[in-house]
C-alpha cells in the first residue's frame, strides 16, 4: 500500500501552531507529523521519510541558537532539506533560520514589525507556485524582532522598506518573515499575552483589534491559498518519492 504524504510540523511555541494552515494540508490528504521543540525529543527517522516541512514562529531567535539544543538540531534538518531539494516552508523565525542556514546573516531590526502592516511583493512573485497565492500588495501580520540578509543565489519576492519579508533558496524551499499561518483567533489570544507590545510597538491593542477586524477574512483566504499551494509541492514531492 503505498503510504500518505508526509510533512514533519516545527513548533517553537504552544501559542503559535499551524493555524490557518492545518486544513488545506489535511484536505490534501497530507499526514501532518508535529514535532514540539521544547517538549518532545527531535523525530529519529531520516528527513528524506517526510516530503515537506513547515518550521514555524518561535520566542526564541537565530542569534540565541548556543541557548537551545533543538535549534541546531533543526538547522540539520533545513540543510539536509536543501540538498535534497525537499519543500521546505518557513515562517518568520523559520524564514530567518533558513536565511541563516543558507549562509546568511540574521541581526536585531531598528524598529521591530510587530501587528498588520502592508508588504511590497515584487513582480517575480506572481510567476512563483506557492508566493503568488500571497497577491501584490497584502496587509500581513508580523511579530519580529530580528531579521536577515538576502542568502547568495536566493530570490527575493517582497520587501517592506529594507526588511525581506519573502524568498525562495533553491527550487523548493520558501520562506515569509510575517505570520501567513495566523487567524484572528491566534491574533486576539496574542494581543492578551502579548498586550504591552502591541501597545509599544504597534499603535495599541485596539488599533491592531480594530485591523484584524478589517483584514481578517482576505488574510485567511490568503493563508489557505498559500497552503494549499504548499500542499501541492509535497504532493508532487511524495509522488517523485
Known amino acids: 500500500m503505498t503510504r500518505a504524504p508526509r510533512i514533519l510540523v516545527i513548533q517553537h511555541n504552544l501559542d503559535d501552531h499551524l493555524n490557518e494552515l492545518a486544513v488545506p494540508l489535511m484536505n490534501a490528504g497530507i499526514d501532518v507529523v508535529p514535532w514540539d521543540v521544547e517538549n518532545a525529543p527531535a523525530p529519529t527517522e531520516p528527513i528524506e521519510n517526510f516530503d515537506g516541512i513547515i518550521s514555524l514562529g518561535a520566542i526564541a531567535g537565530v542569534l540565541e541558537e548556543a541557548n537551545h539544543a533543538w ?12 540538498e535534497l531539494e525537499l519543500p ?11 536565511a541563516s542556514a543558507a549562509g546568511a546573516q540574521v541581526f536585531k531590526v531598528e524598529t521591530p514589525e510587530v501587528g498588520w502592516t502592508k508588504v511590497d511583493m515584487l513582480p517575480n512573485a506572481a510567476n512563483d507556485p506557492v508566493m503568488a497565492a500571497i497577491g501584490s500588495n497584502p496587509d500581513v501580520f508580523h511579530f519580529h524582532y530580528d531579521s536577515f540578509d538576502l542568502p547568495e543565489g536566493a530570490e527575493l519576492f517582497g520587501i517592506t522598506g ?24 491566534a491574533m486576539f489570544s496574542w494581543f492578551a499575552t502579548y498586550g504591552r507590545e502591541f501597545e509599544k510597538l504597534a499603535g495599541g491593542v485596539e488599533h491592531q483589534k480594530a485591523l484584524t477586524v478589517a483584514n481578517w477574512d482576505a488574510y485567511r483566504q490568503r493563508s489557505i491559498a498559500v497552503g494549499e499551494a504548499f500542499a501541492a509541492e509535497v504532493l508532487a514531492q511524495a509522488a517523485r518519492s
Request: net charge positive; hydrophobic share 50%.
Open 162 to 185: 529594507d526588511i525581506k519579508q519573502a524568498f525562495k533558496v533553491g527550487p523548493k524551499a520558501w520562506a515569509v518573515q510575517f505570520h501567513i499561518e495566523v487567524g484572528p483567533a
Open 71 to 82: 535549534m541546531p538540531v533543526e538547522r540539520k534538518m533545513f540543510e539536509q532539506a536543501l
Open 88 to 98: 521546505l516552508l518557513g515562517i518568520c523565525f523559520g524564514s530567518q533560520l533558513l
